[in-house]
């Protein structure tokens, strides 16, 4: 599906968007909270909300709000500090935010998120409800990942897979990723479309993020990625584009867009597919990697070669084929200790082994995503 068409058929009728914008795109060059862009941003997103289009934001710039705020002279190095800056920053951020939205007489949440928070289904449902319930009421949710609170172990370290995964969440149409730049480039020219995130088109970013911020032109082609394998559309374009907001969901060509998989992903498989971190692995044979990938089948002890890590039954694994390539990810029948028993047997012998056979399947189909 060429550019122009995921322009007119899928970024022209979305019905339900999630806007993601960056520390460099709403600071000025003193890293400060850059006002009549964000007033410019809030009108544009005003006027969306208002023409019957949801919309979910996800704004970076608590640091660099806490720098600009504390009068520091650079973004601070240690964790200690850097999470004090991002605590007086984030309040400047909603404030800002709030301010140009009451104007448009349009209220604000603020969702701060960790990693645990998508990889807990509980609460990762939980976060969906709250979303759908904060639209329905014509509120705009403001999210932002914690940095107040987060340590490497629970955070991503840019809002770029937040916002693909929010979109992945709600089931949204379109996620639009504003930044400095027009959309990604080739040389001197702004690539139209993308229709698959791979090693060329990942050989395409710059890999350095600027100096207030955490993420680059790395981390959206990754956000990108998951959008569209989850069957939805995306774009990176430039924040400072007139109007960008507007023309865009009216199909004109603006920035890269990024061509959505033609059969969408449920809920629950984007979930264990992208959101949910993996306890373990399970490498199995080349039968068993084509029965997966070519037959849509379920996995059976039969064709495991190997088992990695300790994990409980129901715990989230990767699926290797023997090259040590992920080809699918789910939800394991059968923990660690038992699959190491029963791995390479047939099913009808499981009984035998472990004493009772509650599954013939070590991961079904319907709790398997492959990558």
């Known amino acids: 599906m060429p550019g122009q068409a995921v322009r007119q058929t899928v970024i022209k009728q979305a019905k339900r968007i999630v806007v993601k914008v960056g520390t460099s795109a709403i600071t000025d060059e003193t890293g400060r909270l850059d006002q009549r862009t964000v007033r410019r941003l809030a009108g544009q997103i005003a006027d969306v909300m208002k023409s019957g289009i949801s919309v979910t934001l996800v704004a970076s710039g608590a640091i660099g709000a806490g720098v600009a705020e504390l009068d520091l002279p650079a973004r601070p190095r240690t964790l200690p500090m850097l999470q004090a800056v ?63 609170v987060a340590v490497d172990e629970i955070r991503y370290g840019d809002n770029d897979i937040i916002a693909a995964h929010v979109t992945n969440m709600l089931g949204g149409d379109l996620l639009v990723m504003l930044t400095t730049v027009d959309g990604v480039m080739k040389g001197a020219a702004v690539l139209d479309v993308i229709e698959r995130v791979d090693e060329d088109v990942m050989a395409l970013a710059t890999r350095k993020g600027n100096r207030l911020g955490s993420g680059g032109m ?42 959505p998989a033609k059969r969408k992903l449920t809920s629950r498989r984007r979930w264990i597919g992208q959101a949910a971190r993996t306890a373990g692995q399970i490498i199995i044979d080349p039968g068993a990697s ?82």
């Open 86 to 148: 991002a605590a007086v920053g984030q309040g400047q951020l909603m404030r800002t935010f709030h301010d140009a939205m009451q104007r448009r007489k349009l209220r604000v949440a603020q969702i701060l998120l960790t990693r645990d928070d998508f990889e807990d289904r509980t609460r990762y449902l939980n976060i969906r409800n709250t979303l759908i319930a904060l639209h329905e009421a014509g509120v705009l949710p403001i999210l932002n990942e914690n940095d107040a």
């Open 218 to 259: 790395t981390s959206k082609l990754t956000a990108a990625g998951l959008v569209i394998r989850a069957g939805e559309a995306a774009v990176i374009a430039n924040a400072r584009t007139p109007n960008v907001l507007k023309r865009l969901l009216e199909g004109e060509e603006i920035g890269t867009v990024f061509v």
């Open 290 to 371: 084509q029965a997966l990938l070519e037959r849509g089948k379920s996995l059976l002890p039969s064709g495991i070669r190997s088992v990695k890590g300790n994990f409980p039954k129901g715990a989230t694994v990767s699926v290797l084929d023997i090259h040590g390539n992920e080809i699918a990810r789910g939800l394991t029948n059968y923990p660690s200790g038992q699959l190491e028993k029963i791995r390479g047997r047939r099913t009808s012998q499981i009984a035998k082994i472990l004493g009772d056979k509650p599954y013939d399947e070590v991961i079904h189909r319907n709790n398997m995503t492959l990558s």
